[in-house]
C-alpha cells in the first residue's frame, strides 16, 4: 500500500494506492470526519458489480449511503446532468452532514467534484477512481468541470477531494481499450518527468498488458506521486508548472474536436499529440529523430495509434485556436529537451504546428 | 469618497464608495489588469438607465463591453438561467481577457458571482452594485449563490470579486420598497456592531428617507467597513463571526419561505426576524422590553412591517426546520445582549421560539 500526499495547507489530503484496500475505506472516512451520508455518484455497471461491497463496507462503519446512477458517457459532463443531481441530492439531503464519494472513471470524478463544489458552496467528497486513466490523472488535483456546448471543460472549479482512495483491484475489470486510454495519461508522465519509468514502460509492457497488479501498483504509485508533487506546488496552473501536465494534450485536444470526439478518444487523442509534440521539439532543434521513434515506439507498444487517419490538418488547426489555454493569437505548447525533460515553448509559427501534425499522418 | 479594503491575503480587494464616482471606474479597471473585455450582466432598466454612460465610461479606457440582459427577479438565481448565460458568454469570448460586471441589486450580484466563478474555473469580476441592499451587503464577501426549488442559494460558491465599486448616486433611483429593504440590512449592522450608527439611524431618519447623498454615503460606508471587517476574519463562516451577520436572518428566512416568497420580500422578512430575535432575547432574560421596542421602533421608522399577518406559525416553524444552517434538530441564533452587543444562543427550545414569532403576529 502507497500512501501519498498531496500539500495544499489546509486543504491537503492523501492518495492510498493499494489492492485489495476495500475493506479500509470507512476507517479513512472516518479519520476524515467528512460527515455521515455518503451520496454516492457511479454508473450503473460500477454498482452492479460493486456497489453492495462498497455498501456493506460504509455500513459497517456507521455511514448511510446512496447511490446515484449517471449514464456512463461524456453526456454527463454537462450543466444539465449536474442540475439533475443537485436537485436530487438536496431532497436526499436531511441530516446535513453529506458527502460525495465520486465512484468512477474521469466522466465521473469531474461532474461529482463539480457538484461538491457546489453544493452549499462546497461539502466534501472523495474520490474513488476505478479508471486507470482516473487513478493517475483526473481523480488527483481537484479540477472539476463540465461541458458546453462550445468546448470541453469549460465550466468548472478547482475544488479538493478529502481523499483519493485507488483500489488498484478496480483495474482487472478494465478492457483492452480502457487501458490503453490509461497507458496514454502514463506514457505522459515517464516522457515529462521520469526517464526511470519510462524505461520501466519499454520493459514490461507485456506485465502491464496482463494487468499484472504489482506492476500497475507501481505505475499507479508513481503517476500518482508525479501529479501531487506538481499539484502541490502550483495548484491553480497559475506558475506553469502544472502547465507541463499538458504535453500532447493542447495538440491532443485538438485532434479529439477536430474528430468530433468520435475519431479518437481522449488517450488515444494525447498519444497522438505527444507524437506531434515531439516532432515538433525536433523541428526545433530540441531533441533527435530518435527520440521521436522512441516515443512513438512506446505508444505502439500499448495499442496507442501514432498515424493520424480521416480527420482533416486544416479541422485540427482551427479547433487548435479555439482551446481555452490561447489567449488571442498566441500559443503555447509543452515540448521537449530529452526523455523527462519538458520545455514550454511560446508563439511557435503555424506552418511548423502544421508539419509537426502532418507527421502524424498518413 | 471612502477606500475599504477587504483583506484576504491574494484575494483581497477594494470597495470603493462614493458619488460621481462612475468616470473613475476605468481607471480603477485598469489599475487591476482584470482583462479587457467586460461581459456587463444587469437588467433592462439599468441599461437603459446607465447603459451608454458605463458603455463610454469603459470604452474611454480601452475596454470592450457587452450588455447581457437578464429579467429582473428571483428566477434569474436558477441553474438555468447561469447555464445560458454561461453559454452565451463562451459564444462571446473571443480574446481570453473576458471579465465580468455585475451591474445590479442583489439577484444580478449573486447570479453574475457565480458565472464568474465557473466560467473557465473562474475568471475576475467586479460588483457595481446599484441598490442600497446590495452596496451594504450582497456585494461584499464573496458569497456567490443559485436557488433551488428546494431552497435559497443552495448552489453556489465563495468567490470573490476583484473590486466593489459602490456608486451612491444610482440610489437616487431607489423606490421607497427598495430603500427600506436596504434599510433593514443597515439597521441589522447598528443592532449588530454599532451603537453610533443606531443611533444616526433614529435621528437622521427624515434625511434617510429623502435619499440625501450625504447621509446615504456615510451609511453605505459604516455599514461596507463592519462587513469587510467580518468577511476578512472569517471569509467562509467557519469561526462562528460571519454567523453575526445572520441576525434576524434565520426566523426572517422561514418568514419568507414560508409565505411563499410572496407575503414579504427580504428586507421585510429580516425585519420581522429581528424583532423576533430582540424578542427571544428578552424571553431569555439577555435583554429589556426596552431594547425590543428601540429595535422595533426603527424599523416602523423605515416603513418597515413589525407585525406579521397572514402566514402560520406552524408553516414558519416547519420552514426554519427546513433551513441550510441547521445540523438535525440542533438550532443555532444570532440574539442580542444589548445595541451593538450580539450573542450566539444554541438549542433553544422550540416552544421559547414559537412565542418570539408569536409576538410579531396580530
Not at 24 to 32: A, T
Not at 100 to 109: E, L, R, T, W
Not at 143 to 153: E, H, I, Q
Request: aromatic share 6%; charged share 25%.
Amino acid at each position: 500500500m502507497h500512501g501519498i500526499k498531496v500539500n495544499l495547507g489546509p486543504r491537503s489530503y492523501d492518495i492510498i494506492i493499494g489492492r485489495g484496500i476495500l475493506n479500509r475505506l470507512g476507517q479513512e472516512l472516518l479519520k476524515l470526519r467528512v460527515g455521515t451520508d455518503a451520496y454516492i455518484i457511479t454508473n450503473l455497471w460500477l454498482k452492479n458489480k460493486y456497489g453492495e461491497k462498497l455498501r456493506q463496507e460504509l455500513r459497517k462503519n456507521g455511514f448511510n449511503s446512496h447511490f446515484k446512477i449517471v449514464p456512463d458517457s461524456e453526456k454527463s459532463k454537462s450543466l444539465e446532468a449536474a442540475g439533475l443531481v443537485l436537485k436530487e441530492l438536496a431532497g436526499w439531503d436531511k441530516s446535513r452532514k453529506v458527502f460525495i464519494i465520486a465512484f468512477g472513471g474521469g466522466v465521473i470524478g469531474d461532474l461529482a467534484g463539480f457538484v461538491a463544489s457546489l453544493y452549499k458552496r462546497g461539502v466534501s467528497y472523495v474520490q474513488i477512481p476505478t479508471t486507470l486513466l482516473a487513478q493517475v490523472d483526473s481523480s488527483i488535483g481537484g479540477k472539476t468541470a463540465v461541458d458546453l456546448d462550445l468546448g470541453k471543460n469549460l465550466v468548472g472549479a478547482f475544488y479538493q477531494p478529502r481523499l483519493v482512495f485507488s483500489e488498484v483491484n478496480f483495474l482487472k475489470s478494465l478492457d483492452k481499450k480502457q487501458l490503453a486510454s490509461g497507458m496514454a495519461e502514463v506514457i505522459k508522465y515517464a516522457v515529462i518527468k521520469d526517464r526511470r519509468l519510462f524505461t520501466l514502460l519499454e520493459n514490461k509492457y507485456k506485465d502491464v498488458l496482463r494487468k499484472e497488479p504489482a506492476v500497475l501498483e507501481k505505475i499507479v504509485a508513481t503517476c500518482s506521486a508525479i501529479k501531487a508533487g506538481i499539484v502541490s506546488r502550483d495548484e491553480k496552473e497559475l506558475s506553469g508548472l502544472r502547465t507541463l501536465l499538458n504535453f500532447g494534450h493542447t495538440i491532443g485536444h485538438a485532434v479529439e474536436a477536430a474528430g468530433g470526439y468520435k475519431a479518437y478518444n481522449h488517450g488515444q487523442a494525447v498519444g497522438l499529440g505527444m507524437v506531434a509534440a515531439a516532432d515538433l521539439s525536433r523541428r526545433l532543434g530540441l531533441v533527435d529523430l530518435g527520440t521521436v521513434l522512441r516515443v512513438s515506439d512506446l505508444l505502439r507498444l500499448y495499442g496507442l495509434p501514432v498515424k493520424l487517419k480521416g480527420v482533416p490538418i486544416e479541422k485540427i488547426i482551427r479547433a487548435h485556436y479555439r482551446d481555452k489555454k490561447f489567449i488571442g493569437k498566441e500559443n503555447k505548447l509543452v515540448l521537449l529537451r530529452g526523455i523527462g525533460r519538458p520545455k514550454i515553448v511560446r508563439n511557435i509559427p503555424l506552418s511548423l504546428i502544421k508539419e509537426a501534425v502532418k507527421t502524424v499522418r498518413h
